[in-house]
């Protein structure tokens, strides 16, 4: 984290005196190596691109700015943060269908006193001009942007291409870091210490399950995947998990989902077909079909497991209706951590 954010975030600490909160560390980027060109300094302290943009300091100060911007939200234009992007404009640029994501970034920008433009879908993400244009010109005009995009690399094209323009990656093809800020929020919440707790992830090894997995680690969350052979979690996370995993958390990958979910604290799954592959629903169905989270699996969890799932959900294939709509179901206490965590992200790297 560079010297400006670390400012922000300490001017801010002392703005709300009831709040404790870790002492905030001197980011260290990983090396190019580790996770292509978003390695580079030259998007330090400015962009979000991935969890492993913060190191644990960093996500443990989110998540607790995260709890106090939840506990103000009911203080309306009374709660500390309400100006805190007074005259700050940020452009939502998304190239994917979104609910959650869409409504609880323009929700929380509006409730921090900033402003949004929805540039057009046909002309936002280099259709008609170059990526880095696109950056060049939205940078003269609002502070940065929040997308929804395909590759990875057109968030990091986007960024490099300007000198201060903030991005925040709301989804791609390859990472979901905003869904896996709210997935540690709504944990921290049921259990408060996670140290020492697992977590297994039951399905397709995909951008859900990598953020999560990244997250996770760095509150010492072991983790389990149990995913078909060819649906597993990206080549080269083991590496950015040992850098970054605290308390002896662990990553495992299992095929068999029954000794994957075998007295976890949590069960978490997510669609068998991700955006842009429906081609091959039908024989994604019949590859994950022994991968459904229903009552039988969660039988062999913990007493007191909680299920998880970001949603949407297909229900009667990733998951039955009887694990979504059952008490142990957190599922609509990540899909409200998302206004709050995303709120807790804009401060930190938008507030003067």
């Known amino acids: 984290m560079d010297l400006r954010l670390q400012r922000r975030v300490r001017a ?7 709040l404790k909160l870790p002492t905030v560390t001197t980011y260290h980027p990983a090396p190019a190596t580790t996770h292509g060109p978003h390695g580079a300094g030259s998007l330090e302290g400015r962009c979000f691109l991935s969890i492993l943009d ?30 805190a992007l007074q005259g700050t404009y940020v452009a939502l640029l998304f ?23 929805v540039p057009s879908a046909d002309v936002a993400l280099g259709k008609r001009e170059s990526l880095a244009d696109v950056g060049r010109c939205l940078e003269r005009w609002v502070a940065g942007a929040v997308v929804r995009t395909y590759e990875q690399s057109r968030l990091t094209d986007l960024a490099l291409a300007t000198t201060s323009f903030r991005v925040i990656n709301a989804l791609s093809n390859e990472e979901h870091p905003c869904q896996a800020l709210a997935d540690c929020l709504t944990l921290k919440e049921r259990w ?7 977590v297994t992830f039951v399905g397709d090894g995909n951008n859900v399950a990598t953020s999560f997995a990244q997250a996770a680690v760095m509150l010492g969350i072991h983790v389990r995947v149990a995913s078909p052979d060819g649906c597993d979690l990206p080549p080269g996370i083991d590496g950015d998990i040992a850098r970054v995993a605290r308390f002896g958390a662990e990553l495992t990958r299992f095929r068999d989902p029954v000794a994957a979910v075998s007295g976890a604290d949590a069960v978490y799954t997510d669609v068998w077909t991700s955006m842009g592959r429906e081609a ?20 062999h969890a913990g007493k007191d497991a909680c299920f998880l799932h970001c949603l949407p959900a297909h229900r009667g294939e990733e998951v039955t209706d009887s694990v979504l709509d059952s008490p142990a179901s957190a599922v609509f206490d990540q899909a409200e951590n998302r206004l709050h965590t995303q709120k807790a992200l804009l401060v930190m790297l938008f507030e003067d």
């Not at 408060?192 to 697992?198: A, N, S």
């Not at 169905?285 to 969660?298: E, I, K, S, T």
Request: net charge positive; hydrophobic share 35%.
């Open 280 to 299: 091959e629903v039908a024989e994604r169905r019949r590859l994950f079909a022994p991968y459904q989270v229903n009552d039988a699996l969660m039988a």
């Open 192 to 198: 408060g210490d996670p140290r020492g707790r697992t």
């Open 95 to 117: 190239e994917k269908p979104s609910l959650r994501t869409r409504s609880t970034f323009e929700i929380a920008i509006r409730e921090l006193g900033g402003n949004f433009i």
């Open 12 to 18: 801010h600490q002392r703005g709300l005196p009831h």
């Open 54 to 83: 913060f190191e644990p300091a960093d996500l443990e100060h989110a998540l607790a700015l995260s709890a106090t911007l939840k506990r103000d939200r009911p203080l309306g234009k009374e709660a500390p943060t309400s100006a």
